[in-house]
């Protein structure tokens, strides 16, 4: 079975063959920490962390390096660290903290590698020195500049000519520009904003250029696959294929380009800009992480994907159904197994996740109807090993179901089962009735044991 991959540059779908299977390399272009990553920013952060599971999984987790960077120089976060009045380096480090924080709620597995911005302006600098080096970038006016027309094939993953980029004024023009669609590569720092050394006077360095140098210093071109939201395709995936090919006048930066769909909110897109963001932050403090998890995978992931309060329900009541049969299954042992044919197919076809939730409901039937203990174990660990590719089923199925019971629950509960304890003692057989039918109305079961009564929530109907 062969993974196929989607790639934005050649428009086709492509089996997937790496460089080298002993070292398959991944880079994913990661977060701005300025700010709490929004639902929409965490669908890359998913969808490319069940592409390093399904990469580990063929090659074996030790020879894939995934790299996710964080951008930790940029003008939002300067405003932010000016607005607070902090150094740069405290905004960093707090929302860089809480989106890997937030990311680990939603079981993303750390990249091998973050490369961070900072740590890397010497890579940076060098990888315009030899832009400026080959002819492809020049100086002007404490800028340091890429020459798009220096480049035959700027516009070949967008699609676009240089006269749509212009057109469509997504091209900053500028007097120092020798044409409106050259990008910086290099720029002056304002007071007060972070500065570097570099040949071409004091600065900073532009967006684009941080991945193409990380690229070059962590991974080695050209990488295996490069990931991001399609948003990225243009200006900085053209751009970043510019530099990194420019640099070394090297034919292929990367060698297939996957890029996921847009989050939209009632249709319109989510972004800071509209104001229409939800909070991964927010979100996993009322819904469990692998719901919103699930929710995430429930469209493939290059079509668009309209977050709702339903799509949230349904995915509980999909968790619920399996988790409820893996309850139920709770004394069954099971040795580890792969993942069935049916199940790797759907999700080696270019990350066919409808299909591959599809297989996982199979096998909760499954397992629900299995009639002989091998069937059952057979099922079970069948179920588990899909889902451990999809990064859902990985908690215990009572915690599961207790999801959302805080302490003054359980206190309760416990002096409910106590009192009803006394009466059974001294053999208050309505007054027990009474409470059983209270803890019933909570949604909790008791079960009676020789060692007395433990309880467990009940499954929502
Ligand atoms: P940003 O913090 O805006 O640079 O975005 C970080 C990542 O999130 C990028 O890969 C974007 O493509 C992706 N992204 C931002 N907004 C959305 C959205 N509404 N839906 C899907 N991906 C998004
Ligand atoms: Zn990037």
């Known amino acids: 079975m062969k993974l196929a991959l989607y790639d934005t540059l050649s428009r086709e779908k492509r089996d997937f063959e790496p460089q080298d299977p002993k070292r398959v390399t991944l880079y994913v272009c990661g977060p701005t920490v300025y700010d709490c990553a929004h639902i929409g920013n965490a669908r890359p952060a998913v969808v490319f962390d069940v592409l390093n599971r399904v990469l580990r999984k063929l090659y074996g987790a030790e020879h894939v390096v995934y790299a996710r960077n964080v951008t930790d120089v940029d003008d ?10 902090v150094p740069i380096g405290e905004i960093t480090a707090r929302y860089e903290k809480i989106y890997l924080e937030d990311m680990g709620r939603l079981n993303v597995i750390a990249p091998t590698l973050a490369p961070h911005a900072t ?21 002007a006016e404490g800028h340091v500049l890429f020459d798009v027309g220096s480049y035959g094939d700027y516009g070949a993953l967008s699609g676009r000519s240089v006269e749509d980029m212009i057109a469509g004024a997504r091209v900053e023009v500028a007097p120092y520009k020798k044409h409106p669609a050259d990008f910086v590569l290099w720029k002056p720092s304002k007071p007060g904003e972070p500065v570097w050394e570099s040949p071409w006077g004091a600065g900073r360095p532009g967006w684009h250029i941080e991945c193409s140098a990380m690229i070059e210093a962590n991974l080695g071109m050209p990488i295996d696959i490069h990931g991001g939201g399609h948003d990225l395709i243009f200006p900085h995936h053209e751009n970043e294929i510019a530099q990194g090919r420019c640099a070394h006048g090297a034919q292929t930066y990367a060698r297939y380009w996957v890029h996921n769909g847009f989050l939209t909110m009632d249709a319109e897109k989510m972004s800071k800009s509209l104001g229409n963001v939800l909070l991964v932050h927010d979100l996993v403090k009322s819904v469990p992480g692998e719901v919103v998890r699930w929710a995430l995978l429930a469209a493939h992931y290059r079509a668009p994907l309209d977050w709702t309060d339903d799509l949230l329900t349904q995915s509980r009541k999909n968790l619920d159904r399996l988790y409820g049969a893996l309850r139920r299954a709770q004394g069954v042992e099971v040795e580890p197994v792969e993942p069935p044919a049916a199940f790797m197919e759907a999700l080696l076809d270019d990350m066919n996740t409808p299909r591959a939730v ?16 091998g069937a059952r174990r057979k099922a079970k660990a069948e179920l588990l090993a899909a889902a451990e590719l999809l990064g859902v089923l990985t908690g215990d199925p009572d915690a599961w179901f207790e999801a959302g019971v805080d302490d003054d629950f359980r206190a309760k509960v416990d002096a409910l089962i106590q009192a009803r304890g006394e009466a059974r003692a001294t053999k208050n057989w309505p007054e027990a009735d009474r409470i059983r039918g209270e803890l019933t109305a909570l949604n909790v079961e008791v079960m009676d044991g020789p060692t007395g009564a433990t309880w467990r929530m009940k499954e929502p109907g």
């Open 358 to 373: 599809a297989e996982l409901f199979a096998l909760g039937k499954a397992l629900e109807t299995a009639e002989s203990g």
């Open 76 to 85: 939002k976060i300067n405003a932010k660290a000016a607005a607070e009045g």
């Open 119 to 139: 740590d890397h302006i010497g890579a940076i600098v060098e990888q315009i020195g030899a832009l400026v080096a080959r002819g492809h970038a020049y100086a």
